[in-house]
């Protein structure tokens, strides 16, 4: 089955500075990666996805990319804020949608003022 | 994505009882929804798959028998811990496929 490893597992960064979350995949057909924001306690949010016919994904201070042939993915947050302090998972599905997802380990975004 | 509620948000309860979670796709009509389990400081791990009108599909090392799903609706799917120990409390948490939107999830700590 699919396996997804993340790294770091934690980060901590100074406000304003940009953060960089990896993760790489198994299964050479999976073929969406959404990544989720969870705040304690909480349910975990999605942020942004991006599917493999795309190799790069940004929404505002947030960015994904996909390097298919390696297998890997990333978060990419800029200009952080204390806000953006959360868990954040990875995960891989295969089959287009509406199949089960496989998820990362979870890194630990703690943004210092 | 879908609004999808899930009740109760949390739970304490005796060991050996039995403890009911209900997640609900509110406009969405499911026939699948999936259950995670997240312990402290851990990822989400998936448990089952529930299949409207069918039996679940349990990943390898999930008991069947202890960790009852029930999705009669397209709109419903329960899941039943029966027989809780300690070691059952967790996070619970459902997801639905249209853009994998999770439910508020559930706090489960036996006693």
């Known amino acids: 089955g699919e396996n997804v490893e993340q790294h770091p597992s934690t980060l901590s960064v100074q406000e304003g500075d940009s953060a960089v979350i990896k993760c790489t995949y198994s299964?050479?057909?999976?073929?969406?990666f959404p990544w989720y924001k969870q705040e304690l306690g909480k349910r975990p949010q999605l942020i942004i996805d991006i599917r493999s016919n795309v190799g790069e994904k940004k929404d505002q201070r947030i960015a994904v990319t996909l390097n298919k042939t390696a297998k890997h993915f990333s978060l990419h947050i800029t200009e952080t804020q204390p806000e953006d302090s959360a868990v954040y998972f990875c995960a891989a599905e295969k089959g287009g949608g509406g199949n089960k997802l496989t998820f990362g380990t979870g890194t630990q975004l703690k943004v210092e003022l | 994505g879908a609004v999808v509620s899930q009740h109760p948000s949390w739970v304490i309860c005796k060991s050996g009882t039995s403890v009911k979670i209900e997640c609900r796709s509110l406009?969405?009509?499911?026939?699948?929804m999936f259950w995670y389990r997240q312990f402290p400081k851990q990822s989400l791990m998936l448990m089952a798959t529930s299949n409207e009108g069918s039996k679940a599909t349990y990943e390898q090392g999930v008991e069947k028998d202890k960790f009852l799903i029930n999705h009669a609706s397209l709109t419903l799917s329960t899941l039943t811990v029966t027989s809780a120990h300690p070691e059952d409390s967790s996070f619970y948490i459902c997801?639905?496929?249209?853009?994998?939107?999770f439910g508020s999830g559930t706090r489960l700590t036996v006693v």
């Open positions: 997801s639905v496929p249209d853009g994998y939107t």
């Open positions: 406009d969405f009509q499911a026939t699948t």
């Open positions: 299964d050479s057909a999976s073929n969406y």
